[in-house]
DNA sequence: CTGTTCCATACTGCATACAGTCTACAGCGT
DNA sequence: ACGCTGTAGACTGTATGCAGTATGGAACAG
């Protein structure tokens, strides 16, 4: 009835029954539990919807997953119920999963937790960091205006993900780190569609944080973070206005 | 091999095959889907994990779990894996579902995200109470305030449940309420063992709270949310720390 | 031609079946 | 006595089967 024409470059369950993972042989010293496949079709779910292969509002049927990914339903149903508690589909009883429709409402709520939860990561990690960890930070700067000298968009919103990441590691709080990444990748997914990263202003504020974060000021680093993640927040909505009258143009 | 001895209401696939909810018959005007078994297995073991029955590093046999609860393994599964991400149990590959055990560093940390967002949640709310939203807290605060005086120590917890729900409502950010409800009910949880609520002088603090927001006033609002959280988290502290020291004693 | 009813089909939700792996214990060797 | 190896049982991970419901369209009435 609906045409996925979708492309995988390889069949997750990869022939053998048992399903069990190609690397089973290779026994290494440590006990390297085979990764179950759920997790496989749930990566790949998250990566066919953020690269909108899957588009919002789209049925998932189990079975057309199951075979394209080339496992049976039951792998299938589990990822899909994680993916629900994460927010990317919706289970509708009796009626099967659904591509999350992000409202635009919704992505405002998104950046703005966002907002507070990187806000205290950076509050936390001005308290911890080491001269170590501190000199990593630079060094991921360096990278990220490299990348928006070389004018990689791409690259560009890595490098972000990974300096954030990276001060949520500073700060030491594995729950805050988790509920972040939640949201983060979410904000990615609603994000693409305008996706043109902030430039040398972003990474104007990042140095100002890595500043205050090596001096060890929380208030101070806090509220930079505060600042700069309202400020993408603020592009986002400016974005969306544009793109709304440039619409109304047409 | 292990003796769960654990007693429950009543079947929750009651009998019938198709396993539709009782209330299937009454044809009510709205669609009224019938609530999938995964969903009252979920609910059910939370209430398990929550009230004891199943202890932490208790190891879940999905073919126990299901025969208890009447019904078949499959929506046990699907149920654990949504208890995993949501932190109440640990998948491990081939091994099977455990109960999450709680440490002191990671209540701790939950506590201090709860913190955090809550106190973003009445800054919110004090931005946009209404009137009869404001009406509303001063009934539960009232509510709250006699059970305190009934010595109820459960009924407290709840209505202190309550209270902090419904600012989380007012702030009208969906987003920020579920992560809320996540920490919320793990907190919930660790808290258990040293169970005993605070009791006046928390309900003053609502009071001073909810003049704040009722006044519009959404940095007073927020300064007392935290402060507020703030003493939870400290009374956790201490009440551990006590534990401690009579422990040493015995 | 439009609206309604009925039916066929497709898909979900749940149950069951099967294959592979982990664990513990018995038996053997040292 | 102690450690190693082999084997049986238990449990997970995956696949398949089956019943019930939602949906779209055809047939029919107005």
């Known amino acids: 009835m609906n045409e996925p024409v979708i492309q995988l470059p390889e069949p997750l369950g990869s022939g053998k029954r048992g399903g069990r993972g190609a690397l089973s042989g290779a026994a ?11 997790e496989a079709v749930h990566t790949a779910l998250i990566e066919l919807i953020i690269n909108g292969t899957l588009q ?20 299938v149903r589990e990822a899909l119920q994680r993916l629900q508690t994460e927010g990317w589909v919706d289970l509708r009883p009796a009626q099967g999963a659904f ?25 936390l990690a001005a308290d911890r960091a080491t001269e170590e960890q501190i000199a990593r930070l630079w060094e991921l700067q360096r990278e990220g205006e490299a990348l928006v000298e070389a004018d990689d968009p791409e690259g560009v919103t890595a490098a972000n993900a990974k300096l954030h990441a990276y001060i949520t590691q500073i700060s030491g709080n594995a729950v805050l780190a988790e509920h972040i990444a939640l ?63 440039a619409e109304q143009q047409t």
Do not use: C, F
């Open 99 to 123: 591509v999350h429709t992000p409202t635009e409402e919704e992505a405002d709520q998104l950046l703005s937790v966002r907002s507070v939860l990187e806000t205290h990561s950076a509050r």
């Open 183 to 245: 949201v983060e990748r979410r904000v990615r997914w609603y994000y693409r569609p305008i996706a043109r990263p902030r430039g040398h202003d972003a990474w104007n504020e990042h140095a100002e944080l890595i500043k205050a974060i090596a001096a060890h000021d929380a208030d101070l680093a806090s509220m930079i973070m505060n600042r700069h993640t309202e400020r993408t927040r603020q592009a986002y909505h400016d974005q969306r206005v544009a793109e709304a009258s």
């Open 28 to 38: 290494t010293q440590r006990v390297e539990r085979p990764a179950p496949l759920r």
């Open 56 to 75: 919002p509002g789209q049925h998932l049927v189990e079975l057309e997953l199951a075979q394209y990914l080339g496992v049976s339903r039951q792998p």
